[in-house]
């Protein structure tokens, strides 16, 4: 399993993933990373994006906060502890960082209010 999957023009191609339980979200973002020259697989809920973490190795999960069942922020807890160097970015419809205790926001790379900004969510994921 490797994280870095295929090299294209010389560069090596990150594997991501995307989690969103709104169906155009998920697309959308997947779409645009794909068209950046990333490997992009997506899931629908933070369950599924757990089977897909214990079955691949990915360089970054791109997750919705709020959703069913389990939210972003469960996820990340229950996905670190089985992959501690998972890099996480947060994604929202609304401005939440100022609700994550200190403990989560250091689990995580950054959180991105909806509608992402792909240029900033670009160099997130590159750097």
Do not use: W
Request: hydrophobic content about 40%; glycine content about 6%; overall charge neutral.
């Amino acid at each position: 399993m490797k994280s870095q999957t295929r090299i294209a023009k010389g560069i090596i191609m990150k594997r991501l993933l995307v989690v969103d339980d709104d169906h155009n979200v998920r697309l959308t973002l997947s779409l645009a990373l794909k068209s950046e020259g990333f490997v992009v697989e997506s899931a629908g809920d933070a369950q599924e994006a757990l089977t897909k973490v214990r079955s691949n190795s990915y360089e970054c999960v791109i997750s919705d906060i709020n959703m069913p069942k389990m939210n972003g922020i469960e996820l990340v807890k229950v996905a670190k502890k089985e992959q501690p160097g998972l890099r996480f970015i947060l994604i929202s419809g609304y401005h939440c960082s100022d609700d994550l205790e200190e403990d989560e926001r250091r689990l995580i790379v950054a959180i991105l209010e909806k509608p992402v900004d792909l240029t900033r969510l670009k160099g997130l994921i590159i750097g």
